[in-house]
């Protein structure tokens, strides 16, 4: 199923996408209306929406949607801050289908799965087929058949062009025939696209045709690659069900890889944030340390405190003070690299481990996490961090580990609260 998010918040993009894990396609992001209507170009099954967005309203956007008569039963799902009556008449009168607190993402979430289960859904088709094969009339006979299915139909008469359209483009489903014009045979092209593992179809269905009653070729083009064999002539009935089998097929698959990589996520990341946990950075940073030493580089771990995090709970309540914890996870990622490891070990603390970055890296990046917390105010709250640095420097031949340089960090933190809260302290381990 192809979902769109037309959403502003980089951060709610994330949340929400953690809500749907279960989805063999993750949905398409966009924060502005213009690049959304760019993808209205290709088929889409659902539509998730803001209010506010970059370049106009979410219902502006819904009304320009409802006017494409091939979008006119596609769900538009509303996310909201507050929901009142006056939003959800003018969200009636917009053609959005349903609205969903950003605080009820799980109920959003079964509605999106009893969606995808409806009979409609599972039906109907999407995404684009490509056809390789060189006589006209089969071309014709094929497109006709399958694009009342919802299947985008996309054509090409040899193997080469074929080739280099599965090099630029996504494809649900492949059709190719045998003999083809150029050089290029259609066994050749299956054994390109299955040799070509890193490829951006390798594993797209392949169905292979051809009007040549040979058991010999059949079985060849299976052995290398083909998922299905159809003789031509081929009857319309027949030629849906196959690709329909195929393309089921392939989702569930996806569905479960999805649902496989969903469950390893849970394994090491925490839910409220989508930083790593405790587990995964016991086990990551004692060989990231490790590899650090032996090529003489620094390695800096710093353990962030949020500063009277219980007052705040206390005062403002448990569902708010989630709401810190995740908007102050954000801004920590926002001033952190794709190398450095990120987690939430539990409460509101938080550790970050930087290697390679410099004697001075360590206190730079903690102060840019100090700074960008203090300046986001996370929930619309005067939040500010502690942060102790525990920092080995690349020509120490004193072996560390990720336990003594958290416990440096630790007491570097105890200072910094004792010192008078939002400020960093650094010691060496």
């Known amino acids: ?56 309203s979410g219902f502006d956007f819904a009304r320009t949607v409802r006017r494409d008569p091939g979008m006119a039963s596609v769900p538009i799902l509303l996310v909201a801050t507050e929901i009142d009556q006056a939003l959800s008449a003018t969200s009636l009168e917009a053609g959005i289908t349903e609205i969903f607190s950003k605080y009820e993402l799980e109920r959003m979430a079964s509605y999106v799965r009893a969606f995808m289960n409806s009979a409609d859904v599972a039906l109907r088709l999407s995404g684009v087929a490509l056809v390789v094969e060189d006589s006209l009339p089969v071309l014709r006979f094929i497109r006709e058949a399958l694009e009342p299915t919802g299947l985008r139909v996309e054509t090409c008469t040899t193997g080469e062009e074929g080739r280099d359209r599965l090099a630029e483009h996504d494809f649900e489903i492949v059709l190719v025939d045998v003999l083809l014009g150029g050089q290029m045979t259609g066994l050749s092209l299956v054994r390109h696209v299955r ?51 195929m393309v089921r097929i392939r989702r569930l698959l996806q569905e479960t890889e999805a649902q496989r990589d969903h469950l390893r996520r849970l394994a090491m990341t925490d839910q409220l944030t989508g930083l790593y946990n405790r587990h995964y950075l016991t086990e990551a940073a004692d060989r990231c340390i490790s590899e650090a030493r032996e090529k003489g580089l620094s390695a800096h771990l710093l353990v962030i405190d949020i500063d009277h995090f ?46 390679g970055a410099g ?3 360590g206190l730079a990046l903690a102060e840019a996490v100090r700074t960008q917390v203090e300046r986001s105010r996370p929930a619309g709250l005067s939040v500010t961090v502690s942060i102790g640095v525990a920092e080995v420097v690349g020509e120490t031949k004193q072996p560390s580990s990720f336990e003594s340089m958290f416990k440096t960090a630790d007491t570097a933190l105890y200072q910094a609260k004792r010192f008078g809260r939002n400020r960093v302290v650094s010691l060496r381990d």
Do not use: C, W, Y
């Not at 392949?206 to 998922?227: C, P, T």
């Not at 926002?334 to 550790?351: K, L, P, Y």
């Open 359 to 361: 004697v001075a890296g």
């Open 195 to 245: 040799q070509n593992a890193g490829g951006r179809n390798a594993r797209v269905p392949i169905l292979a045709m051809s009007g040549m009653e040979d058991a010999a070729r059949r079985i060849e083009l299976l052995r290398h690659g083909a998922d299905d064999f159809l003789a031509k002539p081929m009857l319309a009935e027949e030629l849906i069900a196959r690709v329909r089998n």
């Open 310 to 355: 219980k007052h705040i709970n206390d005062t403002h309540g448990h569902s708010l003070g989630d709401s810190v914890l995740a908007e102050t996870a954000a801004r920590i990622r926002e001033v952190t690299g794709a190398n450095d490891i990120v987690a939430r070990t539990g409460g509101e603390e938080f550790v970050v481990l930087r290697v």
């Open 1 to 56: 199923m192809k979902a769109i998010g037309v959403l502003s918040s980089r951060f709610f993009r994330q949340v929400l996408q953690r809500h749907l894990v279960f989805l063999s396609e993750p949905p398409r992001f966009f924060s502005s209306i213009a690049d959304a209507r760019k993808a209205l170009d290709e088929s889409v099954d659902l539509i998730f929406l803001e209010r506010h967005l970059e370049d106009g």
